[in-house]
């Protein structure tokens, strides 16, 4: 079985597994939790202007959550939003300064909008995603589900889907190993390893541009991009073979022409 795009071309029977990021690949919540950031960053934003006397530009839930957020630990993402508007908070705040906004705070904020929007109004699987996995379940490559956040086995498990995988690597997996987040290639590889395959004999698929340029530095057989959001040019300077709006464009074809 071999896959045709472009310029890509790799047999299936030489890859051993595939990882897949969940928000915006497996899972249609990357606009959730974007929604959340804006709500939390938008927050801050409004705090720190009242106390320094100027109008901070609201958070833009497109071009700074691509930028800066996606697919980065959560504190990651406050931190290098916050640089980007010049902004600097403590990490906890101290016994003399409880109740000051803190980078923790930020992102514990954003954290229980989402849960709660979870918890209302579920979330959605990509159908494409769904079948794809399922086929190379059948001929025997083994998948794992990644993700920086978290509540990736909540998401997973919301969507009806976390059976589905051979291993789950997350942001508790990162947070008890110590892996280093995206654009770092921890967390790819220690999907990898738990799955017994070499990186060269894995594929990434990743919507986040941190994401793919980890899939790079990791050295894996083929990085997919998923341009869910106009990216396609980042996406394929950060690092991916291949880039597609939806995981069905995909052409995989076995030598006698059935498809996973």
């Not at 654009?183 to 990743?206: I, M, S, Y």
């Not at 980890?214 to 997919?224: C, D």
Request: charged fraction near 30%; charge should be negative; aromatic fraction near 6%.
């Amino acid at each position: 079985m071999e896959h045709h795009l472009g310029d890509v071309m790799i047999a299936v029977s030489e890859l051993d597994g595939v990882v897949f990021d969940t928000d915006g690949v497996i899972t249609d919540t990357a606009s959730v939790h974007a929604a959340a950031w804006k709500r939390a960053f938008d927050a801050l934003l409004a705090e720190q202007g009242a106390r320094m006397g100027e109008r901070f530009r609201p958070f833009d839930a497109r071009d700074d959550y691509l930028r800066y957020v996606d697919g980065r630990p959560r504190d990651d993402g406050v931190r290098a939003f916050l640089a980007s508007r010049g902004i600097v908070l403590p990490e906890e705040a101290s016994d003399a300064d409880e109740g000051a906004p803190t980078v923790a705070g930020v992102g514990e904020r954003k954290n229980r909008d989402f849960l709660e929007q979870l918890r209302e109004h579920g979330v959605t699987p990509f159908e494409s995603t769904v079948a794809l996995i399922r086929g190379l379940r059948r001929r025997g490559v083994a998948v794992a589900a990644v993700s920086a956040s978290r509540n990736c086995e909540a998401v997973l498990r919301a969507a009806g889907v976390s059976d589905l995988f051979d291993v789950r690597v997350d942001g508790v997996d990162s947070a008890r190993l110590g892996l280093v987040g995206k654009p770092a290639p921890d967390l790819f590889l220690e999907a990898a390893r738990r799955l017994g395959a070499e990186p060269d004999r894995c594929a990434v698929v990743e919507d986040a541009l941190a994401g793919v340029e980890a899939g790079r530095r990791g050295g894996f057989a083929l990085v997919v991009g998923v341009d869910r959001a106009g990216q396609a040019a980042d996406l394929y300077r950060h690092g991916a073979d291949v880039v597609v709006t939806d995981l069905a464009e995909l052409e995989w074809a076995t030598p006698e022409g059935s498809t996973p």
